[in-house]
């Protein structure tokens, strides 16, 4: 892996987890989802952007029988007092009945979650669970609870394996932090 700090528009990130470490632990995900899931044709739904690499890495990674959809969340400022409302484009899989795991890139304050769910229970699937690359314990604010975490990490900005910066920074191999000011 490149052990050297990147800058991304204004920013500094420097190296935080590597190519390996990430690898080994998504196949350790997939061994476990294998062994979880057998005989249950899981469909994964994974949120687009960020999730595209580690829910390509992970799927390659299973054996038994299952399928794979995307949908992207979409957050508008709404009138209604609830604020936030996320919109899923592209929620044309047939999920009643299905056992699904849904595939996130990172759980920051877990409001994204905590909106989305409720789409996916309301069409009355077998069961549901979630897997996230990474997880922010300490950011957060809603009761989302992941089944299977690759990394539980610091509250602080990271870039790479699917994560952006402003649009940039997706195509980044391994995962990278922002740099303290002070480093
Ligand atoms: O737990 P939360 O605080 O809701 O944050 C997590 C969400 O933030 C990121 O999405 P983002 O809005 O950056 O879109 P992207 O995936 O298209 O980059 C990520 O993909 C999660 O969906
Ligand atoms: N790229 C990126 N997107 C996020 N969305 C929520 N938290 C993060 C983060 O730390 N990095």
Known sequence: MTATEVTILDKTFVPYITEQ?????VADMAAQINKDYEGRKPLL??????SFIFAADLFRGLHIDA???????????????????VTAIGMDANI????????EDIIDTGKTLHEFLPEIYGRNPAS???????SKPSALQYD???????????????????LDYNG??????????LKDRSE
Do not use: M, Q, W
Not at 145 to 162: C, H, L, M, P
């Open 128 to 134: 549901v669970s979630i897997t996230t690359f990474l």
């Open 168 to 177: 940039l920074g997706r195509n980044l191999p391994c995962l990278y932090i």
């Open 21 to 25: 470490e990430i690898a080994d632990r």
């Open 144 to 162: 989302v609870k992941a089944r299977y975490t690759a990394f539980d990490i610091e509250n602080k900005f990271v870039v790479g394996y699917g």
């Open 45 to 50: 739904i994974a949120i687009l952007n960020g």
């Open 96 to 103: 009643t009945d299905r056992h699904i795991i849904i595939v």
């Open 67 to 85: 399928g794979i959809s995307f949908v992207k969340l979409a957050s508008y400022l709404g009138t209604s007092s609830t604020g936030k409302v």
